[in-house]
């Protein structure tokens, strides 16, 4: 029987002087990690990008679902070389399996109650469904909600809560209860960093792109209740489950209403609207970047600018867009020879618009040789 902590969690038989960290050490090793980790998952998913543009043209669901496995081998990688224990210990097993389906249950009830009664009614009500970029046809449809119920969830709780919460664990010890409730204090602290993934950001420069409130308050409840739910089954059962199905119903309920709604589908796209005079774009060559606001955040800006980096946002920039015919603005730039992958959003210097907090990102090819 393996030894257990205050906590009641099993203690890890950590490798070498992993083992003597404290409270502080340990907050920030999984500070890095979660730094670290989605960023060297996005590196290789955009190297991996180009042999996935054959299924998926639009680059609707390739890309950010092989970030996402990415990201699940790479989060076993770090609990390998931490800790030499079974991924058991980690949560990657069937503890209290009834326990957490029947808070799966509970949550996935008030889930989709929640989102129809506070999100998707008001969206029809005052016609604001958002519109995709890209075709609502089978495959992107299926794809895309294949990867929200499928991988998003697979891909984040054990690095958020598996990882995260077992190594905080053995330090950040104290409990918070509210009823028959416990939150560990390691829970709080991997949801705020769960927050803090959630905001969008540059290295270079260093400038956040995105940050939304009402994200923000969902991630905090979330996180909230995905930390619970593991410390009370010790599982991530529960956790997987809850954030696949949070992500994906509320884009099949959106997808159903655009379908239940075909005059608000034709209005327009609440997004800009992106156009290339070269699809894709090509290596070293000149490229006319056209963007039309329509009903999006900057569709009363005075002024737009393109902020744009290569490959997972190396060497971002932001360079000032002209006016054009019919409300559009145009930018000519040379692309980088290096580039396999444009990444790019738009601002008026204090609004964003970044496709759903999501950016564009566009795979480049090279010039056919004459």
Not at 105 to 131: D, E, K, N, R, S
Request: glycine share 8%; hydrophobic share 45%; net charge positive.
């Amino acid at each position: 029987m393996s030894e257990l902590s205050q906590t009641g969690f099993p203690l890890l038989q950590e490798r070498f002087f992993l083992r003597h960290l404290g409270k502080g050490s340990r907050l920030l090793a999984v500070f890095l990690a979660v730094l670290g980790v989605p960023q060297l998952a996005g590196r290789l998913a955009s190297c991996l990008s180009p042999f996935f543009s054959s299924i998926d043209p639009e680059n609707t669901f390739a890309w950010i679902s092989t970030h996402h496995v990415n990201q699940f081998l790479l989060t076993l990688g770090v609990m390998w070389l931490w800790s030499s224990a079974s991924l058991k210990s980690w949560g990657f097993n069937l503890n209290a399996a009834k326990v957490s389906l029947q808070w799966f249950g509970w949550f996935a009830f008030y889930c989709t109650l929640g989102t129809l009664l506070f999100q998707i009614a008001p969206m029809v009500l005052f016609h604001h469904l958002p519109q995709p970029d890209f075709p609502l046809n089978v495959r992107n449809v299926t794809g895309y909600l294949g990867f929200q119920y499928l991988l998003s969830g697979t891909g984040e709780e054990p690095l958020f809560r598996g990882l995260v919460m077992v190594i905080l664990l053995k330090s950040w010890t104290g409990e918070l209860k509210l009823g028959k409730i416990v939150m560990p204090v390691a829970g709080l602290w991997a949801t705020l960093l769960f927050m803090l993934a959630h905001v969008n950001y540059t290295l270079s420069p260093l400038k956040i792109t995105h940050f939304s409130w009402q994200q923000q308050l969902f991630c905090l409840a979330f996180g909230l209740f995905d930390a619970a739910a593991f410390y009370r089954t010790r599982s991530l059962l529960c956790p997987v489950l809850a954030h696949g199905f949070s992500n994906g119903i509320i884009w099949t309920l959106i997808y159903l209403a655009i379908a239940l709604n075909p005059i608000q589908s034709a209005n327009g796209s609440t997004f800009g609207e992106v156009k290339f005079d070269s699809n894709p774009p090509l290596q070293g060559e000149m490229l006319v970047v056209t963007y039309r606001a329509s009903q999006g955040p900057l569709a009363d800006a005075k002024q737009v600018s393109l902020h744009w980096g290569i490959n997972m946002w190396q060497d971002a920039r932001t360079t000032p867009m002209a006016a054009a015919d019919s409300g559009a603005w145009q930018l000519t730039l040379k692309v980088p020879s290096n580039a396999e992958q444009l990444d790019f959003a738009f601002t008026d210097g204090s609004r964003w618009d970044n496709n759903r907090t999501r950016d564009w990102h566009v795979l480049t090819r090279k010039p056919t040789t004459q």
